[in-house]
């Protein structure tokens, strides 16, 4: 046999060598990641819960899910070890960039407040002057009258006694 003919299985055999260090390697690094988790540690499992680690066993993690709420799920279920800020940030909605000093209003009583202030009589009058466009059908509205006018009914009677 020649070189030329081996050259396919070779290439195909390299690839697959190549495709399973790699996943070989996310396994170990996903395992390992598990391993370092601690009782207090926030974690996302693969389903997509933010909870929080209470205890660790051999194969399980008790998580607490919500305040006093806990939950045991096997090791493996666990998708990601998160830190502290990022926990707190997605979980809690803490932000460390926010500015403290912003305040938001809980009605909109000050947004209307400051536009009447605002108003001038110059705006007023350019309002007035240019007509406001009618966006409905006019050719729509004409086609459902007819067609209501048509049959005797409106929009859900029916022939029922």
Do not use: C
């Not at 399973?20 to 693969?46: D, F, H, L």
């Not at 305040?67 to 279920?77: D, I």
């Not at 409905?136 to 459902?144: G, I, N, Q, R, V």
């Amino acid at each position: 046999m020649s070189i030329v003919t081996l050259l396919p299985f070779i290439v195909l055999i390299g690839a697959m060598f190549l495709m399973t260090r790699s996943a070989k390697k996310k396994q170990q690094a996903a395992a390992q990641m598990r391993n370092e988790m601690q009782p207090g540690t926030g974690v996302r499992t693969i389903g997509g819960m933010y909870a929080t680690v209470k205890e660790l066993g051999d194969e399980t993690v008790l998580l607490e899910v919500a305040p006093g709420v806990h939950a045991v799920y096997a090791k493996n279920a666990i998708g990601a070890v998160l830190e502290d800020s990022e926990y707190n940030r997605i979980v809690h909605g803490d932000d460390e960039d926010s500015d403290s000093d912003t305040v938001v209003p809980d009605d909109a009583s000050s947004l209307t407040e400051a536009a009447e202030a605002t108003d001038k009589p110059e705006t007023a009058e350019v309002e007035d002057a240019a007509p406001k466009a009618d966006l409905t059908k006019k050719s729509d509205t004409a086609e459902a009258a007819a067609e209501g006018q048509k049959d005797g009914k409106t929009d859900g009677e029916t022939d029922a006694k």
